[in-house]
T-cell receptor
Framework: GAGVSQTPSNKVTEKGKYVELRCDPISGHTALYWYRQSLGQGPEFLIYFQGTGAADDSGLPNDRFFAVRPEGSVSTLKIQRTERGDSAVYLC????????????????FGPGTRLTVL | AQKITQTQPGMFVQEKEAVTLDCTYDTSDQSYGLFWYKQPSSGEMIFLIYQGSYDEQNATEGRYSLNFQKARKSANLVISASQLGDSAMYFCAMRISGGSNYKLTFGKGTLLTVNP
C-alpha cells in the first residue's frame, strides 16, 4: 500500500512569510507525528496526534508553529512569520497504535519537506 | 528526560565485513523501547530493528542484530556482511513504553560508508 507522503518536497520562502506543510499518513494509522531535522542532527519531536487531537505538542518551539489534523487523517504543519532558523527538513510519520505489540509501535516516515527560509 | 548518545559521527567498513554502530541511552524509566532507523541520501527514515527493555533475547532482523546490554544502557547495532547499499546515516532512538505517548527521541546519528 501507499506509504506516508508529504508535500511539497521542497519549499523556499522569505523571512516573515507563512508556510503550510502537508502530511498524508498511511491509511488507517491512528497516530501521526511531526519531527524536525536540522543539518547534521537527528530528528527532533515537534507534535504527536492521536486521532484528531494533539496528544503532545511539547516539542513545538514557539507559538509560531501550529499543526492540525481535523479529520484524523491528513495533517498540516503551519509556520507563521518564518525565520531563517526554521530552515530544516520536516518529517512526518504515522503508526498504528492499536497493534497488539503496542510498545513496539513502529513509526513509518515520509520523505520529508525541505524548508528553506531566505 | 530521555537521551540518546551516538559517539561515532562516521564509520567505514569494507564490503562483506561486519560493523557495529554504538548507541547508549539514558532514562529513569524501567519500560522502554529502542529503535534503529536508516536514512539514505534520499532522506526517508527506514525502520530496521526494535528491542524492548523487557525482551530477554537480543533482537535480530536479517543482517541486523541489536546487542542490548541493559546494565550498561547500550543498544549497539550490528550489521553483518555489509553491502554497498548499507551506506547511509543510522539513527538510534528510544521511546518510553507503558503510556500513550509514542514519540521518539533520536540520537545525532552515525554516517556509515561501505567501501568496495
Amino acid at each position: 500500500g501507499a506509504g506516508v507522503s508529504q508535500t511539497p518536497s521542497n519549499k523556499v520562502t522569505e523571512k516573515g512569510k507563512y508556510v503550510e506543510l502537508r502530511c498524508d499518513p498511511i491509511s488507517g494509522h491512528t497516530a501521526l507525528y511531526w519531527y524536525r531535522q536540522s543539518l547534521g542532527q537527528g530528528p527532533e519531536f515537534l507534535i504527536y496526534f492521536q486521532g484528531t487531537g494533539a496528544a503532545d505538542d511539547s516539542g513545538l518551539p514557539n507559538d509560531r508553529f501550529f499543526a492540525v489534523r481535523p479529520e484524523g487523517s491528513v495533517s498540516t504543519l503551519k509556520i507563521q512569520r518564518t525565520e531563517r532558523g526554521d530552515s530544516a527538513v520536516y518529517l512526518c510519520a504515522s503508526s498504528d497504535t492499536r497493534m497488539v505489540r503496542a510498545d513496539r509501535n513502529e513509526q513509518f516516515f515520509g520523505p520529508g519537506t525541505r524548508l528553506t527560509v531566505l | 528526560a530521555q537521551k540518546i548518545t551516538q559517539t561515532q559521527p562516521g564509520m567505514f567498513v569494507q564490503e562483506k565485513e561486519a560493523v557495529t554502530l554504538d548507541c547508549t541511552y539514558d532514562t529513569s524509566d524501567q519500560s522502554y523501547g529502542l529503535f534503529w532507523y536508516k536514512q539514505p541520501s534520499s532522506g526517508e527514515m527506514i525502520f530496521l530493528i526494535y528491542q524492548g527493555s523487557y525482551d530477554e533475547q537480543n533482537a535480530t532482523e536479517g543482517r541486523y542484530s541489536l546487542n542490548f546490554q541493559k546494565a550498561r544502557k547500550s543498544a549497539n547495532l550490528v550489521i553483518s556482511a555489509s553491502q554497498l547499499g548499507d551506506s547511509a546515516m543510522y539513527f538510534c532512538a528510544m521511546r518510553i513504553s507503558g503510556g500513550s505517548n509514542y514519540k521518539l527521541t533520536f540520537g545525532k546519528g552515525t554516517l556509515l560508508t561501505v567501501n568496495p
